[in-house]
């Protein structure tokens, strides 16, 4: 008898074929996580999905009212006033963002001395940008005696209330944002280490020039991963929730131009107790998301080269 034939006839003496066992103990294994799946995460999706269409006010048990919470969107200025907020916080912060992080990834690729120690350091904010901590400083900073002002005293300049004026509250969320770069950047410095250095040489021989290296072999050669970062900070954009509810007050201020969807959604939720409502406002911001994501995909085709 070969080994082989001895090895599968062990294999279901033991209890069955190996690849079966195997699998019912992967099956075991993955249980836990089933099991939280279901019911943390696919159950709360449904029942929001189920409450979307009820009347409910987390006392009196939900009575359903159709598509009365949709139509409810359309007359909800607020509601609106949010989706702009939200809107230009995305659209302007994501850009920019990546915008630095690639900035400062490319110098990091450069072989700096004690790279490690950058990387970190540079990663850091993002790992602390959505805290508390981090929001109440930047309202320190950004207040009317706040470290900014100070600093512009020096050169007699005179400073404002930034988050106070309605004007220039949503600035200093944006720069927030754009502040915590440091995921995406140590994903493009990974992706900057995997393009082939020959490819560089070879466009230095033919005279091409830094700017021209940049555009026609970093940008294509990192645009799967530009498109990774960007589909992923335009979701966490979206969810932003800490930073306007701390910077604010919980309220969105001030005249409602800090008033991110999500805190809206909160307020409506756990403020008014309008929970069937905020269901239907989740949802919404879902689609949100989705759509956007197909739009970022569908346009991927037309910009994103894989080098296969």
Avoid: C
Wanted: no cysteine; hydrophobic share 50%; net charge positive.
């Amino acid at each position: 008898m070969s080994a082989l034939g001895e090895l599968q006839r062990l294999g279901t003496s033991k209890g069955g074929p190996p690849r079966k066992r195997d699998n019912k103990a992967a099956f075991l294994f993955l249980l836990p996580w089933f099991t939280g799946l279901l019911l943390i995460t696919a159950g709360p999706i449904v029942a929001s999905l189920a409450l979307s269409f009820t009347d409910y006010n987390l006392i009196q048990p939900p009575e359903f009212n159709g598509l009365e919470n949709v139509s409810r969107m359309f007359s909800d200025e607020r509601l609106h006033r949010s989706l702009g907020v939200t809107f230009v916080y995305v659209f302007v912060s994501v850009p920019l963002q990546l915008i630095a992080a690639l900035g400062l990834a490319i110098l990091l690729d450069r072989g700096l001395r004690g790279l490690a120690f950058y990387r970190s350091a540079f990663y850091l904010p993002s790992l602390l940008g959505s805290s508390v901590a981090i929001a109440v400083l930047w309202r320190q900073i950004f207040g009317a005696e706040g470290l900014l002002n100070q600093v512009l005293g020096i050169f007699g300049i005179a400073g404002k209330g930034w988050i106070s004026n309605p004007d220039t509250a949503l600035s200093t969320l944006i720069v927030l944002n754009v502040w915590t770069f440091g995921a995406p950047m140590v994903i493009f410095l990974a992706g900057l280490r995997q393009i082939p250095v020959m490819y560089y040489e070879a466009a230095s021989v033919d005279g091409a020039s830094r700017w021209t290296q940049f555009r026609r072999i970093t940008v294509p050669l990192l645009s799967p991963i530009i498109f990774f970062n960007l589909v992923l900070q335009i979701i966490h954009a979206f969810q932003s929730f800490t930073q306007a509810f701390v910077v604010s007050g919980g309220t969105g201020g001030p005249s409602d131009s800090t008033l991110f969807y999500t805190l809206y959604l909160y307020e409506r939720g756990f403020s008014r107790f309008d929970m069937g409502y905020a269901s239907a406002l989740a949802w919404l911001l879902l689609i949100i998301i989705a759509g956007l994501t197909a739009v970022n995909f569908w346009a991927a085709k037309r910009w994103v080269f894989y080098d296969d």
